[in-house]
């Protein structure tokens, strides 16, 4: 993909690329660009790895154990998520992902939380049959929402369905 640094507020056009067949036309991996891509718009160096001495050892952090920051290189891991990590710019320049897009100069901030995050506060699960749902965004890295039902004495199961790519 290509992108300007900073283009979402620069006279430069609003404009990123993305080119599927250079991505094997995969989604899970256009949508890593997408995103990838669209945080340089919105003012994101790359999230790198550095050695102890803070010599640069990897322009795009490839993270690890499944998981690594969309300012790296996410394609091969299941999880992706904006990061606060070393940037492009030094070992020790931190970069919070989600800071900087919700920077005020971007034009917006943060959505405002959608369920309480505390035990006992959470909202309760809408009940239909033996089935609860309840769906919440976890808008900052340190949000949780927190649910709650009530049930009679006894086991009980439950499961979460999430979607298919990037949960």
């Known amino acids: 993909g ?17 080119f599927p067949g250079s991505l094997g036309n995969n989604e899970k991996n256009i949508a890593e660009a997408s995103s990838h891509e669209t945080g340089h718009a919105f003012g994101l160096q790359h999230q790198s790895t550095f050695d102890a001495a803070g010599i640069k050892l990897k322009e795009y952090n490839p993270g690890g154990g499944g998981w690594a920051p969309i300012m790296g290189n996410s394609y091969s891991q299941a999880l992706s998520t904006w990061s606060n990590g070393p940037s492009s710019l030094g070992a020790n320049i931190l970069q919070d992902d989600m ?38 965004v976890i808008e900052t890295m340190s949000d949780v929402d927190a649910f709650s039902f009530v049930t009679d004495a006894g086991a009980i199961s439950l499961s ?4 298919d790519i990037g949960a």
């Open 2 to 18: 290509v992108a300007y640094i900073d283009n979402w507020i620069s006279p430069i056009p609003n404009v990123v690329f993305v």
């Open 160 to 163: 979460a369905n999430v979607i």
């Open 99 to 136: 800071a900087v897009i919700a920077r005020a100069s971007n034009g917006f901030g943060y959505r405002a939380d959608d369920h309480a995050g505390a035990v006992g506060s959470g909202d309760a699960l809408a009940i239909d049959g033996n089935a609860v749902s309840a769906a919440g």
